[in-house]
């Protein structure tokens, strides 16, 4: 009864798509490594055209021709040090905080391009709660307010045109497909996730020419939950091949690959809150706790940090269930450095509580690839500890001198910006930064179509 069951349920989700298309792969798609370094894909397009053909190749080379400027402009604004389309005032308050940066020139002018041109069409087929929706509050909510931000009509990167858009977005909840489907029915197996999203591309790629003009290069997912990356990686699939993945669960051994892929930081949030970002103004001097780290034992990493700090140090302060006299919030306001291991799975959301505290972040984690990671030089306000080395902890931190925390507690006061959660987004914040991030792996592709007269 329960397999019936969980047959005529999906039964009724496969004819939320009413439609049935066999699938038919274009041309594969291939990434060149490093900053803005393109490649083309020719996508399925005859070189027999009909007059249709022959516009929606204008189109397509219209927006080409876009991309390749916006290449352009900030090849040049990283070679000259020199930006273009800013006033002076506003270059000077955001170069001259430079060294949070790999290259604030080419960051910056990649910002002003995307600003200038970037347009998102978001697919509309589907219903909520599956899709068009996402939590707003939990650990999993980025997940949802981006989603809730692409579809509130408020982003002015959104586009209801999809003839002038340079990226697709699949507007699918893995955190609401676990809650209503997957959750309630233990039968079915997490791989039918990634049987539900092809049969999803395979309607919109049937309905429209987008997916098969680009392999879905120019096409991404969001997810923050840890089970998103099985979406294209459960078993081998040419289908997702190019797919742009945005995951929490940034874990390049379990192939996250971040010239394709980008980093969803990890909120956790109260529905209805968008976090403290007002919090870290603390003196660096009236921070007397060097070390500081409360949560759940789960995964590997927190194992080892008990096993070797758990109630054994009043400067190294670990703790598996916190005492109710002392305020969470408080002890990282504090602290000098605040411990963000890994759970079961490599992202936390203590580096984001961390920042919005003003203390350093301690990053105990293997094979996680830091948000914006691509424009963020996280050595200059974090610490990366290998989990095998977390006996070390406290001589690794008291080695650091006071001047150099300093440095880098005043550095991370100034990407905090990055990192604050607005409804609607604004200027660098948390979900522009993520859009940054799809931005740039767009610029780092290019479409070709021929024989445009």
Same mark, same amino acid.
């Given at each position: 009864?329960?397999?019936?069951?969980?047959?005529?349920?999906?039964?009724?989700?496969?004819?939320?798509?009413? %439609?049935?298309?066999?699938?038919?792969?274009?041309?594969t798609?291939?990434y060149?490594?490093?900053?803005?370094? %393109?490649? %083309?894909t020719?996508?399925?397009?005859?070189?027999?055209?009909?007059?249709?053909?022959?516009?929606?190749?204008?189109?397509?080379?219209?927006?080409?021709?876009?991309?390749?400027?916006?290449?352009?402009?900030?090849? $040049?604004?990283?070679?000259?040090?020199?930006?273009?389309?800013?006033?002076?005032?506003?270059k000077?308050?955001? &170069?001259?905080?430079?060294?949070?940066?790999?290259?604030?020139?080419?960051?910056?002018?990649?910002?002003?391009?995307?600003e /200038?041109?970037?347009?998102v069409w978001?697919?509309?087929?589907?219903?909520?709660?599956?899709?068009?929706?996402?939590?707003?509050?939990?650990?999993?909510?980025?997940?949802?307010?981006?989603?809730?931000?692409m579809?509130?009509?408020?982003?002015?990167?959104?586009?209801?045109?999809?003839d002038?858009?340079?990226?697709f977005?699949l507007?699918?909840?893995?955190v609401?497909?676990?809650?209503?489907?997957?959750?309630?029915?233990?039968s079915?197996?997490?791989?039918w996730?990634?049987?539900?999203?092809?049969?999803?591309i395979?309607?919109v790629?049937?309905k429209?020419?987008?997916?098969?003009?680009?392999?879905?290069?120019?096409?991404?997912?969001?997810?923050?939950h840890?089970?998103?990356p099985?979406?294209?990686?459960?078993?081998?699939?040419?289908?997702?091949?190019n797919?742009?993945?945005?995951?929490?669960?940034?874990?390049?051994?379990?192939?996250?690959?971040?010239?394709?892929?980008?980093?969803?930081?990890?909120?956790?949030?109260?529905?209805?809150?968008?976090g403290?970002?007002?919090?870290?103004?603390?003196?660096?001097?009236?921070?007397?706790?060097?070390?500081?780290?409360?949560?759940?034992?789960?995964?590997y990493?927190?194992?080892?940090?008990?096993?070797y700090w758990?109630?054994?140090?009043?400067?190294?302060?670990v703790?598996?269930?916190?005492?109710?006299?002392?305020?969470? %919030?408080?002890?990282m306001?504090?602290? /000098?450095?605040?411990?963000?291991?890994?759970?079961?799975?490599?992202?936390?959301?203590?580096?984001?509580?961390?920042?919005?505290?003003?203390c350093?972040?301690?990053?105990?984690?293997?094979?996680?690839?830091?948000?914006?990671?691509d &424009?963020?030089?996280w050595?200059?306000?974090s610490?990366?500890i290998?989990?095998?080395?977390?006996?070390?902890?406290?001589?690794?931190? /008291?080695?650091?001198?006071?001047?150099?925390?300093?440095?880098?507690?005043?550095?991370?006061m100034?990407?905090?910006?990055?990192f604050?959660?607005?409804?609607?987004a604004?200027?660098?914040?948390?979900?522009?930064?993520?859009?940054?991030? &799809?931005?740039? $792996?767009?610029?780092?592709?290019?479409?070709?179509?021929?024989?445009?007269?």
């Amino acid at each position: 009864m329960a397999a019936a069951a969980s047959l005529k349920l999906l039964y009724l989700l496969f004819a939320l798509f009413s %439609t049935v298309f066999i699938y038919q792969s274009s041309q594969t798609h291939g990434y060149s490594n490093g900053f803005l370094s %393109t490649t %083309t894909t020719s996508g399925s397009i005859s070189s027999k055209s009909t007059n249709h053909e022959q516009n929606e190749k204008k189109k397509l080379n219209r927006i080409e021709e876009g991309l390749k400027r916006a290449r352009y402009a900030i090849r $040049r604004a990283a070679r000259t040090r020199n930006l273009t389309n800013s006033d002076s005032k506003e270059k000077e308050e955001f &170069v001259s905080r430079g060294s949070i940066y790999i290259n604030p020139y080419a960051f910056y002018q990649s910002h002003i391009e995307m600003e /200038k041109r970037l347009k998102v069409w978001t697919y509309k087929e589907g219903q909520p709660p599956l899709f068009h929706d996402g939590p707003l509050g939990c650990v999993y909510s980025t997940e949802g307010h981006f989603i809730d931000e692409m579809e509130s009509g408020l982003s002015p990167f959104t586009t209801q045109n999809p003839d002038e858009a340079h990226l697709f977005f699949l507007p699918f909840s893995v955190v609401n497909i676990k809650r209503f489907i997957l959750a309630p029915n233990p039968s079915i197996q997490w791989t039918w996730l990634q049987l539900f999203v092809e049969d999803y591309i395979k309607v919109v790629s049937n309905k429209y020419p987008f997916w098969n003009r680009s392999s879905g290069a120019d096409h991404f997912m969001v997810s923050c939950h840890d089970r998103g990356p099985q979406i294209s990686s459960a078993f081998p699939s040419e289908l997702f091949k190019n797919l742009i993945r945005v995951l929490c669960n940034a874990n390049t051994s379990e192939g996250f690959h971040p010239i394709r892929d980008a980093t969803l930081p990890e909120v956790n949030l109260k529905h209805g809150e968008l976090g403290h970002p007002q919090l870290g103004n603390q003196p660096t001097m009236n921070r007397p706790i060097l070390a500081f780290f409360a949560g759940r034992a789960h995964g590997y990493g927190r194992s080892e940090l008990f096993r070797y700090w758990k109630d054994k140090d009043d400067e190294v302060q670990v703790y598996q269930n916190l005492p109710k006299q002392l305020n969470y %919030t408080n002890l990282m306001t504090q602290s /000098k450095f605040c411990l963000c291991p890994s759970g079961y799975e490599v992202a936390s959301p203590r580096i984001v509580e961390a920042i919005y505290a003003g203390c350093v972040p301690v990053i105990l984690s293997d094979h996680y690839v830091l948000p914006f990671s691509d &424009v963020l030089n996280w050595s200059q306000f974090s610490i990366q500890i290998p989990v095998q080395r977390i006996p070390d902890i406290k001589v690794i931190l /008291k080695n650091i001198s006071m001047a150099d925390f300093q440095k880098m507690q005043i550095r991370v006061m100034q990407v905090k910006r990055h990192f604050v959660l607005n409804r609607p987004a604004q200027r660098f914040d948390l979900l522009h930064m993520v859009l940054h991030s &799809v931005w740039l $792996r767009r610029l780092n592709i290019g479409l070709i179509s021929q024989d445009v007269g």
